[in-house]
């Protein structure tokens, strides 16, 4: 049973035009991560909420925004897609104590025309 | 600030025979853990295997052990009996213990094509 769950798995958005990537999860987890992958690079962490508290990591660009509205929902927000955006990107959460895996969806690929 | 080096980018080995996977990584932190995930073509990344720093002895589950050398910072994966599916990107991961959301630093990858 999937436990991590990105919609869609498949994303074809406009140049500029807002686009929002989504994640749930079934594991009750406190943590919650958005990563980016380029083709055949290793995943960039982008933020995560560890329960309601935001962290942003001090590389990722303003047009990346994020919503957790609850436990299981984690949001990833482009306000203004460019070509450099295109990419897959990863969900996963993690329970929050040292040493537990993280757990990741099958994460959403981007493509921006 | 940790970073993990992968230098082999691709990897092939036939059906049953053995394959290592090279890791090095640099910290100034003491304890910390090493993880090993694995990404097959089109599916999520999994765990594959885990290493507690502060444990000498090496990380086993089944066909896949590691190699950890703390003191030259090196943790390589060894997969025994290879399978057609070990075929996916295999990706070194650091965690320290010095911040709060448990974050994975990732190493480039490295893929892995296992040959009938």
């Known amino acids: 049973d999937a436990m991590v769950i990105q919609n869609p798995r498949y994303q074809v958005t406009q140049f500029g035009k807002p686009v929002t990537l989504s994640c749930s999860q079934t594991?009750?987890?406190?943590?919650m991560y958005w990563y980016q992958q380029k083709s055949s690079q290793a995943p960039k962490l982008l933020f995560h909420?560890?329960?309601?508290?935001?962290?942003n990591e001090a590389d990722t660009p303003d047009n990346f925004q994020s919503r957790r509205p609850n436990t299981s929902f984690c949001f990833l927000d482009i306000r203004s897609p460019g070509l450099g955006d295109a990419a897959m990107y990863l969900c996963?959460?993690?329970?929050?104590?040292?040493?537990?895996?993280?757990?990741f969806g099958q994460g959403t690929r981007l493509t921006v025309v | 600030a940790q970073t993990v080096t992968q230098s082999q980018p691709e990897m092939s080995v036939q059906e049953a025979e053995t394959v290592t996977l090279s890791c090095t990584y640099d910290?100034?932190?003491?304890?910390?853990?090493l993880f090993w995930y694995k990404q097959p073509p089109s599916r999520q990344m999994i765990l594959v295997i885990r290493?507690?720093?502060?444990?000498?002895q090496n990380a086993t589950e089944n066909r896949f052990s590691v190699n950890f050398q703390k003191a030259a910072k090196s943790f390589s994966l060894k997969i025994s009996d290879s399978q057609l599916g070990d075929t996916a990107m295999y990706f070194c991961?650091?965690?320290?213990?010095?911040?709060?959301?448990?974050?994975?630093?990732f190493g480039g990858g490295t893929r892995l094509m296992v040959k009938p």
């Open positions: 996963a959460t993690s329970v929050g104590h040292l040493d537990t895996e993280a757990f």
């Open positions: 594991l009750n987890h406190n943590v």
């Open positions: 909420y560890y329960d309601k508290d935001f962290n």
């Open positions: 910290t100034s932190e003491s304890n910390y853990y």
């Open positions: 290493q507690e720093a502060y444990k000498q």
């Open positions: 991961a650091f965690m320290g213990t010095n911040n709060a959301g448990n974050m994975l630093t």
